[in-house]
């Protein structure tokens, strides 16, 4: 599998932010109250930051606009981008040999390009980007291909040339179905790895990073 551009999802992908994302939610509405269901987290999975925004005020009917509450979301979780949230394993090596090999980067992520600048500049991954783009520029999630259309455009590609590179099952079957070459990582947060694997053209399995598998020889997606 060859491509000359690589669109990286960033959370659970390029960082190993679903732990902080899972509590997130059922602290915020904890100030309300409101105690979160188990599945709270499974139902918002495919939303961008302003979706959840939308849902979660006609959801629980909270007073507060859409607005103010994707910004008490915001302001929440970028104290964990900006000090906490780590790089996944094996991604800085990852990224430099594609870096090395002449191969142009970028973020496509669900959540704000904004909130996730810090952590990845403070990982030393930044640089490897020619730019950010995130769902809350083209106004719709990951169940939608027009945040990686959006790259595909910025990047002056073609869907042919690109590699979506992602660990949620549902955004794997949009970019896949939109003509792209896809990269799956398993992430222990998404619970359909059936799926994950069925539309990826390389999966890195549990035990495996994306350096991991380069360096073993396991697939042929480099």
């Known amino acids: 599998m060859k491509f000359r551009y690589a669109i ?6 390029l960082i190993d932010s679903i732990p902080w994302w899972d509590r997130l939610v059922p602290e915020f509405l904890r100030t309300y ?3 979160a269901t188990a599945e709270l987290n499974q139902e918002m999975s495919a939303m961008s930051m302003q979706e959840s925004g939308i849902w979660l005020k006609e959801k629980f009917s909270l007073k507060e606009p859409a607005e103010k509450i994707v910004q008490d979301l915001s302001e929440r979780i970028g104290k964990n981008y900006a000090e906490d949230i780590p790089l996944k394993p094996g991604v800085k090596e990852w990224l430099s ?3 090395e090999q002449g191969v142009r980067m970028c973020v496509a992520t669900a959540s704000s390009a ?17 730019f950010m783009v995130d ?21 002056g590609a073609s869907v042919s040339e690109c590699v979506v590179v992602e660990d949620a099952a549902f955004a794997l079957k949009t970019a896949k179905e939109a003509g792209f070459l896809t990269i799956g990582m398993y992430e222990r947060a998404e619970p359909d790895q059936e799926t994950v694997r069925r539309y990826s053209d390389c999966y890195v399995p ?9 360096m ?5 997606f480099l």
Not at 114 to 130: I, K, N, T
């Open 114 to 130: 904004e909130l996730g600048r810090p952590a990845l500049l403070r990982g030393g991954v930044l640089p490897y980007f020619d």
């Open 216 to 220: 073993d020889r396991k697939s042929d």
């Open 206 to 214: 549990r035990g495996e990073t994306l350096w991991s598998l380069h």
């Open 97 to 99: 040999y594609l870096k």
């Open 135 to 155: 769902c809350g520029m083209v106004g719709v999630g990951k169940t939608s291909p027009a945040v990686y259309e959006l790259a595909v455009e910025k990047f």
């Open 8 to 13: 990286f999802d960033m959370d659970g992908t």
């Open 33 to 35: 109250g409101i105690e």
